[in-house]
């Protein structure tokens, strides 16, 4: 695996035309998809204290280069990570609120991930090793914090258990911000931007969404693609109207159905998605 990718989401209108690596058929992303968003790191409701630290360090990161270097390793273009941003919701202060001493204390700061999430959270093949732009970012963090980094890779459908049964302090992994997830824990500014994309084969009928009616879909389980195609009504019951939604436990398995056949199209995160096709 390589450790680039370009984003460019600024050519969200743009069809781009990728390779795949493993054979002669090639895969497109649709001009037309489900609609940009942005990726925050995700903290227990009230852990506002160390939600503070982490975004204090990432601040930091960003004003002294380190975020800028760590992003241009990673997508060639080192103003990839966001700055400038608000939360998503207000930070408060709440008496008892010792989730920063919680860290402190224990000495560790463990992160929950998809480990298989490139390139922001993944196992390399051929070290074993949990790499990618979040796990550079984590631990950088937790340097500046004094504490361990502890990765610790979750059923990302019970990403919300996890968090809340303290089995994981954060959610680092690319996690697109949505409504609910601002409801249920605390977010941090955001980071990165990305978008909800289509991929399908070159050659495909399938030209825009309204192109899914009938069709078999493939997705991530409890992801924010899912959430995307829900959204939109119309798509989303059209699908339905004699395809389905094909749920999978990662990305990579409905990339490999894609690429075998057994669906039609693919919808994931931008930077996921051309990732996984530039890498095969």
Do not use: H
């Amino acid at each position: 695996m390589k450790r680039i990718l370009a984003l460019v989401l600024a050519a969200l209108t743009a069809v781009v035309l990728l390779a795949s690596c493993g054979g002669s058929a090639k895969y497109i992303v649709l001009e037309d998809n489900f609609g940009a968003e942005e990726y925050a790191i995700g903290f227990r409701k009230d852990d506002y204290a160390l939600a503070a630290k982490v975004q204090e360090i990432l601040d930091e990161m960003s004003s002294d280069g380190t975020a800028g270097k760590i992003s241009e390793t990673w997508f060639g273009n080192k103003d990839a990570f966001l700055t400038g941003k608000e939360f998503p919701r207000a930070m408060q202060t709440v008496d008892g609120d010792n989730s920063l001493q919680y860290v402190l204390d224990k000495g560790t700061l463990v992160l929950g991930l998809d480990e298989s999430f490139p390139p922001m959270g993944y196992r390399d093949s051929k070290t074993g090793e949990v790499v990618g732009f979040d796990i550079d970012l984590a631990k950088e963090v937790a340097t500046r914090l004094g504490v361990e980094l502890v990765i610790q890779p979750i059923n990302w459908d019970a990403k919300e258990l996890e968090l809340n049964g303290k089995n994981i302090d954060l959610i680092w992994n690319g996690m697109s911000i949505t409504e609910e997830r601002t409801e249920n824990m605390f977010l941090s500014k955001p980071y990165i931007a990305n978008a909800q994309i289509i991929i399908v084969p070159e050659g495909s009928a399938i030209k825009t969404r309204a192109d899914l009616a009938g069709k078999k879909v493939a997705l991530q389980r409890g992801s924010s693609a899912l959430e995307a195609v829900q959204a939109d009504e119309e798509t989303y019951n059209a699908i339905l109207n004699g395809g389905e939604i094909v749920e999978f436990d990662d990305n990579i398995t409905a990339y490999l159905d894609l690429k075998s056949g057994r669906v039609d199209a693919f919808v994931v995160d931008k930077v996921v998605g051309e990732w996984i096709i530039k890498n095969n």
